[in-house]
């Protein structure tokens, strides 16, 4: 089969592509006809060095977001047949650990990531454990199936497990136009709450203001003064933050007494200070977002397939794209997902 390989850490240079033998299933595997497989930001850090998830080794075929079709099935899946269209949760646990047993793949010691440290789905086939393998209805495209599982749900679990939105709150998402904000736009007003969307240019502000955002604010501007106009002096009820030391503060300072600031990212710095006076008087709470459970995802997808989400698609590229395909995902211009299709 045709697959991006990289064997090397630096540019677009460390990969190319290769033909690699066909994936072959284990007992309890599906082996992917690989339709889309949408870019991750951890594509792009781990072509350039080090390998940051554990595990990691070269050569390696990136690709962790996958959708595709049902091509073989191991002696012992009864779960799947040929032909079935499916979407993969691209976190495999041991199976057998406490965090497993509890349906936290993402917290097990053995985890591996399909296209993070396991083979991905830049490739004409991928591999991966049949449970894994969701069912894709087939009003929904494959294509659009390929942008759901990382960005949807750590944004369901931020919005929902963690955040705990519902009806009446006031949610301000940072990145508004980030596919992980995209996503939790959309979920906190299926919630029935009201969004403040920040964003650093007017056009990722019109794209969060079509997804339902109720209030739109530039993130370059103090931005608290304006929250608490818009919830009569009260503040917001909850931050949804993936951005980092570079909003720090200012998702503190828009919490109304008692607030809730949902972690779960940190894209412009992991170090930050603050008042801890400031944040025990008001009674604020400091959560943090990690890794989603199999019900996220499960719970995830039923709600999308459901009908009025949708997710938003930035470029499309081949494999043989590699100059345009890393450059897009590097650029902070980009709105929504860039798809690869072997």
Not at 195 to 211: F, H, N, Q, Y
Request: hydrophobic share 45%.
């Amino acid at each position: 089969m045709r697959a991006l390989v990289q064997t090397a850490f630096g540019g677009p240079e460390a990969v190319a592509v290769q033909r690699v033998p066909d994936p072959e299933p284990g007992p309890r595997d599906v082996v992917v006809e690989v339709a889309a497989c949408a870019l991750n930001r951890l594509d792009l850090l781990q072509r350039r060095g080090p390998g940051m998830l554990p595990g990691f080794s070269l050569p390696h075929i990136a690709g962790m977001d996958i959708a595709g079709r049902v091509v073989a099935t191991g002696a012992a899946v009864t779960s799947r047949s040929v032909g079935d269209r499916v979407v993969i949760d691209p976190t495999v646990g041991c199976g057998c650990c406490p965090s497993c047993a509890a349906g936290e793949r993402g917290h097990c010691a053995a985890l591996r990531i399909i296209g993070g440290n396991a083979p991905g789905g830049y490739a004409e086939f991928v591999a991966v454990p049949a449970d894994l393998a969701y069912p894709v209805p087939d009003r929904v495209p494959l294509d659009e199936a390929a942008a759901l599982p990382t960005p949807w749900s750590t944004a369901w679990q931020a919005t929902y497990r963690v955040g705990e939105v519902g009806a009446g709150d006031c949610v301000v998402v940072q990145a508004a136009a980030s596919s992980v904000s995209i996503a939790a736009i959309q979920l906190a007003k299926r919630a029935g709450a009201r969004v403040v969307a920040v964003a650093s240019t007017d056009e990722k502000l019109a794209v969060a203001a079509g997804l339902g955002a109720d209030l739109l604010l530039r993130g370059d501007a103090p931005i608290a003064a304006p929250v608490r106009d818009f919830t009569d002096g009260r503040g917001a009820d909850v931050v949804l933050d993936h951005v980092g030391a570079a909003t720090w503060q200012r998702s503190l300072d828009c919490l109304r007494i008692g607030g809730r600031m949902v972690m779960f990212g940190n894209t412009t710095g992991d170090e930050v200070s603050f008042s801890l006076a400031s944040v025990y008087h008001r009674g604020l709470r400091l959560l943090g977002s990690g890794a989603y459970t199999a019900d996220d995802f499960g719970l995830m997808l039923q709600t999308y397939f459901s009908g009025g989400l949708r997710t938003v698609t930035a470029a499309e590229c081949g494999l043989e794209d590699l100059h345009a395909t890393f450059g897009l995902d590097n650029s902070r211009a980009l709105v929504g997902r860039v798809l690869v299709r072997p």
